[in-house]
């Protein structure tokens, strides 16, 4: 049984930072593409950072310089650090787990809210 586990949500003022953690079980964890996205409520989920199996990253436009995609194969944990809060930011965040668009699983989701 596929399982990815979130944790790290939080609150947290305005311009301070949080650390999402996800971690996968039932997979071959290396192989797979793993990404962040958010849901904020009212909108639709939008993708907000990936990493290849081979390390490779890509950010979303609103999120570049602010948050940083890592993983971890030997402890099978992709990892969401984000600097910088900006209110907008507020969102349910879910893990996703992808294999060549044939096998794709998510997380049951975080929340993250920005606020004073």
């Known amino acids: 049984q596929v399982q990815l586990v979130e944790s790290g949500g939080g609150l947290v003022q305005p311009g301070g930072s949080l650390r999402l953690s996800c971690t996968a079980s039932?997979?071959?964890?290396?192989?797979?593409?793993m990404g962040w996205y958010r849901q904020a409520p009212g909108k639709q989920r939008e993708s907000v950072a990936f990493?290849?199996?081979?390390?490779?990253?890509n950010l979303g436009d609103s999120v570049k310089g602010r948050f940083t995609i890592s993983r971890d194969n030997a402890k099978n944990t992709v990892y969401l650090q984000m600097n910088s809060l900006r209110p907008e930011d507020t969102a349910v965040y879910y893990c996703?787990?992808?294999?060549?668009?044939?096998?794709?699983?998510w997380g049951q989701g975080t929340q993250v809210t920005v606020s004073s």
């Open positions: 990493i290849s199996s081979g390390g490779g990253t």
């Open positions: 996703n787990a992808d294999y060549m668009k044939k096998f794709n699983y």
């Open positions: 039932g997979i071959i964890f290396s192989i797979y593409t």
